[in-house]
């Protein structure tokens, strides 16, 4: 069975600082990984993803994540993180046609 | 990119009625799309696999009977919750596999419906 662990669920941080998400996944072949974002009301978005290829997938919005089949994670980075930024993220892992997504991690930034 | 409309945005309804929430993907054919339900400061959890001409299938602990699915076209699905109970009150999402899943593309979602039962 594909499980997705995201150990923080609330993270604050700094307008400016820098931003890493945590993201651990559990299946049985090559995964399919992706980062969503979910605004207050809103339906999800897509960051990024990634199937195969470079490890380090480069998204929207300035973000960046990183795929360790070692480690079985996918970590969520941005650099400089902004106000708007503030937001929930999901971080899913798909298969044939089943996505499971993790419970979420929610983005505070403060001034 | 690919669009998902997903309609009403927000329901309130008397315990007790039906209510009917629509998935559609607007410039591309989806074959499967599926229904999220989404408790507040929760995940998002499937309920529901919707394919094109056939039953849903439901994840374990799901009413198959209250929550009815239809896929009766490939561009639209929809959701009815019957005889809603406060309970019921989520935020439901649809989402829809783009073509060329998962090589060229991803599951696109849609706005979300929040419904109130009151």
């Known amino acids: 069975a594909q499980s997705v662990t995201q150990p923080d669920i609330h993270i604050t941080v700094s307008e400016g600082a820098s931003l890493e998400l945590r993201c651990n996944y559990s299946y049985g072949a090559t995964p399919y990984l992706f980062w969503y974002v979910q605004s207050p009301g809103q339906g999800l978005q897509l960051l990024l993803k990634?199937?195969?290829?470079?490890?380090l997938v480069q998204g929207i919005k300035g973000f960046e994540a990183e795929f360790k089949r070692s480690q079985s994670s996918f970590n969520l980075r941005k650099p400089s993180v902004h106000w708007s930024d503030a937001a929930e993220y999901f971080c899913?892992?798909?298969?044939?046609?089943?996505?499971?997504f993790g419970i979420g991690t929610k983005l505070q930034v403060i001034p | 990119g690919a669009v998902v409309s997903q309609h009403p945005s927000r329901v309130i309804c008397k315990s007790g009625t039906s209510v009917k929430i629509e998935c559609r993907s607007l410039d591309f054919q989806a074959t499967t799309m599926f229904w999220y339900r989404q408790f507040p400061k929760q995940s998002l959890m499937l309920m529901a696999t919707s394919n094109e001409g056939s039953k849903a299938t439901y994840e374990q602990g799901v009413e198959k009977d209250k929550f009815l699915i239809n896929h009766a076209s490939l561009t639209l699905s929809t959701l009815t919750v019957t005889s809603a109970h406060p309970e019921d009150s989520s935020f439901y999402i649809c989402?829809?596999?783009?073509?060329?899943?998962?090589?060229?593309?991803?599951?696109?979602f849609g706005q979300g419906t929040r419904l109130t039962v009151v």
């Open positions: 899913a892992v798909g298969g044939y046609q089943k996505v499971t």
């Open positions: 990634y199937f195969s290829g470079d490890t």
């Open positions: 989402s829809a596999l783009g073509q060329d899943y998962p090589l060229n593309t991803e599951a696109f």
